[in-house]
T-cell receptor, first 115, second 112 residues
Framework: EAGVAQSPRYKIIEKRQSVAFWCNPI?????LYWYQQILGQGPKLLIQ????????DSQLPKDRFSAERLKGVDSTLKIQPAKLEDSAVYLC?????????????FGPGTRLTVL | EDQVTQSPEALRLQEGESSSLNCSYT??????LFWYRQDPGKGPEFLFT???AGEEKEKERLKATLTKKESFLHITAPKPEDSATYLC?????????????FGQGTTLQVKP
C-alpha cells in the first residue's frame, strides 16, 4: 500500500515570497491533515479536511495560509507571503474516516526554509 | 489548558540498557493516546494507540502503558536502530475531529 506522498521535499524562499506544498493521501482515506513542525517541537495541527470540507482550521493563520482539497483527494497548502517564523517542516497526514479510533499516517514532510 | 509534556528531552543509552520514556498529559477527557517514532528527515511513524488506564501494548522491544495522568514507553534491551525521536500525542474526548495534540518528543540515542 502506497503511503502519503508530499512534494517538494525541500524548499528555500525569501521572506514575503509565496510557496505551495502538495499532498496525496493514502488511497481511500477520507480525512486529510496538515501539521506544522518547528524544529525541536511536536507537530501542530493547521487544518483538517473531511473529504473536501474543512473540519478544523482553528490554528491556521488565515491571513497568510490557505489550503484546499479539491475533489476530496489531493490537497495543497499555500503560504503567501512567507515570514521567517514559517520555517518548519510541513507534514501531511491521512486517516480512514476521522473517527476517534482512527490512526493518522504521515508523509515525509516538506522542509521549508525562509531567508 | 491542554498540555502534553514528554521527558526526558534527550536520552542516551548503551545497547542493551533498558529505560523508559514518559509522557504526561492534562486534557479534559482522554479519547486516546498515541505513540509515534520519527527518524531524522522523515514523518512520524505510528507505533501504538492506548485508550484506557491500565492498557498495555507491545511491539518488539517496545511496550507502552497508560495511567490516568501519563504514559510510559518502555524500551527493553535497545539496539542502535531504536535511535529516533519518540512522540506522544493525545486526542481529547470533547474533540469531534481527529485532532492530535503532540508533546515535544524525546530523542533517544542508543550507542553500540
Amino acid at each position: 500500500e502506497a503511503g502519503v506522498a508530499q512534494s517538494p521535499r525541500y524548499k528555500i524562499i525569501e521572506k514575503r515570497q509565496s510557496v505551495a506544498f502538495w499532498c496525496n493521501p493514502i488511497s481511500g482515506h477520507a480525512t486529510l491533515y496538515w501539521y506544522q513542525q518547528i524544529l525541536g517541537q511536536g507537530p501542530k495541527l493547521l487544518i483538517q479536511f473531511q473529504n473536501n470540507g474543512v473540519v478544523d482550521d482553528s490554528q491556521l493563520p488565515k491571513d497568510r495560509f490557505s489550503a484546499e482539497r479539491l475533489k476530496g483527494v489531493d490537497s495543497t497548502l499555500k503560504i503567501q507571503p512567507a515570514k521567517l517564523e514559517d520555517s518548519a517542516v510541513y507534514l501531511c497526514a491521512s486517516s480512514l474516516s476521522g473517527g476517534y479510533t482512527d490512526t493518522q499516517y504521515f508523509g515525509p514532510g516538506t522542509r521549508l526554509t525562509v531567508l | 489548558e491542554d498540555q502534553v509534556t514528554q521527558s526526558p528531552e534527550a536520552l542516551r543509552l548503551q545497547e542493551g540498557e533498558s529505560s523508559s520514556l514518559n509522557c504526561s498529559y492534562t486534557v479534559s477527557g482522554l479519547r486516546g493516546l498515541f505513540w509515534y517514532r520519527q527518524d531524522p528527515g522523515k514523518g512520524p511513524e505510528f507505533l501504538f494507540t492506548l485508550y484506557s488506564a491500565g492498557e498495555e501494548k507491545e511491539k518488539e522491544r517496545l511496550k507502552a502503558t497508560l495511567t490516568k495522568k501519563e504514559s510510559f514507553l518502555h524500551i527493553t534491551a535497545p539496539k542502535p536502530e531504536d535511535s529516533a525521536t519518540y512522540l506522544c500525542a493525545v486526542r481529547k474526548m470533547a474533540s469531534n475531529t481527529g485532532k492530535l495534540i503532540f508533546g515535544q518528543g524525546t530523542t533517544l540515542q542508543v550507542k553500540p
